[in-house]
């Protein structure tokens, strides 16, 4: 059962309610009978698995783009790492 907030437009209280999807929303205050309404929250969202960018509605040149800029860094931190390396030979 999903859980509801509700407002009094009069005494201004905020309170929640556990209600199934087919009963009908609170109309009357419970704590001075004025009219109430429901508030609309924002909703929670889990990004789950591997690869959501990956199928993310995104163009296929920004990501052949991506991939070709991370294999150039790729090679030149290999490059230094090798350069450091026989410099500590010597």
């Known amino acids: 059962m999903p859980t509801y907030q509700y ?23 419970p704590e001075c009978g004025g009219p109430v309404h429901r508030v609309i929250q ?23 783009t991506t991939k070709a800029e991370s294999k150039t860094e790729s090679k030149e931190s290999s490059s230094s790492t090798e350069t450091n390396s026989n410099k500590k030979e010597d």
Do not use: W
């Open 7 to 29: 407002k009094c437009e009069e005494c201004g209280i905020v309170f929640e309610r556990f209600q199934h999807f087919s009963e009908e929303p609170l109309k009357v205050c």
């Open 42 to 64: 924002p909703v929670g969202i889990i990004f789950k698995g591997s690869g959501f960018y990956v199928t993310d509605n995104r163009s296929s040149a920004s990501s052949s």
